[in-house]
């Protein structure tokens, strides 16, 4: 009984502090957010142990990087993380901030908007990846997107409820990773309804695809979900500018899904194309993640 109330007490209490911290940030402007929340990250960071992994995610996308180039990287990984987490407390200045989303490519969804075409857009944990879903939304595209639920369930609800509040769409929906999402996400695409999906993340039941000539568990699903309703796939690349401005690049939809092409070589084309996404800016990807084991 008594560690049942401890571990309770323990939640609440970690659930005030986000939240108090959540107030608080909500009286800043974005920018102060930002750097705010980039240089406590960039101080901390490096001395817990997330450190190995990012050091370790380093190595394995650039084998002959110098020493000084992966502290540089490592420390400018940590402010983005650090930015991201404390912009999420206060999405909606992201979102409704005129300017501060830029749009590239939207000549290659015009059917997409114009047609109500229900597609598979893809990114990776990226930048502030939380702007994607509710971006995607803006542009009148109904979406539903997949979200990994915090452990903390009062922490869950709040960070849940600042993603819904920047949605406008009744059909765009965010789903908890899990059996009920994959039934969710079908639902969806019966019910005209395009999906979002961070496709970088470990998926222990997935197939080994190679990312940066390693063996990575990766999520198919979605390749099947395509194939079988016939569903575009576009990639959405999620860049951080210098003036801390973001950048949605809409890339041309992968080439017609061949029935007979084997999911693996999908993903292995997908794979090839984040990439270049992450070597263009490796500190913009969320290194502190364990993507290879």
Do not use: C
Request: proline share 3%; charged share 25%; net charge positive.
């Amino acid at each position: 009984m008594k560690n049942k109330f401890s571990y309770k007490f323990r939640l609440k209490f970690e659930y005030y502090i986000i939240y108090f911290l959540y107030l608080f940030l909500s009286i800043l402007s974005l920018n102060i957010v930002s750097k705010l929340g980039g240089l406590i990250f960039k101080f901390i960071g490096p001395m817990t142990k997330f450190q190995l992994i990012v050091r370790k995610n380093i190595i394995q996308i650039f084998p002959d990087i110098k020493k000084f180039k992966i502290k540089k990287i490592s420390l400018e990984s940590w402010e983005n993380t650090g930015k991201t987490f404390f912009e999420l407390l206060t999405l909606s200045k992201i979102i409704n901030t005129k300017h501060k989303i830029n749009i590239e490519g939207i000549e290659n969804i015009k059917n997409v908007i114009k047609e109500n075409e229900k597609v598979i857009f893809i990114g990776i944990h990226q930048s502030n990846w939380e702007i994607l879903l509710p971006s995607i939304d803006k542009l009148g595209i109904p979406v539903a997107g997949i979200y990994r639920h915090i452990n903390n369930p009062y922490i869950d609800k709040l960070i849940l409820n600042i993603r819904k509040k920047n949605i406008t769409s009744k059909q765009s929906f965010y789903t908890p990773k899990g059996r009920k999402s994959a039934r969710d996400i079908i639902e969806s695409v019966k019910n005209q309804t395009s999906i979002v999906l961070l496709i970088d993340q470990k998926d222990s039941a997935g197939e080994t695809v190679t990312l940066f000539n390693f063996p990575a568990k990766t999520q198919t699903g979605f390749i099947k979900i395509a194939k079988k309703y016939n569903l575009k796939i576009f990639p959405v690349e999620n860049m951080r500018n210098n003036d801390n401005t973001f950048t949605l690049r809409f890339h041309k939809p992968l080439n017609k899904l061949k029935q007979n092409q084997s999911d693996k070589n999908t993903m292995l084309e997908i794979h090839n194309i984040i990439e270049q996404w992450i070597k263009s800016k490796p500190s913009d990807w969320f290194l502190q993640h364990n993507r290879f084991s």
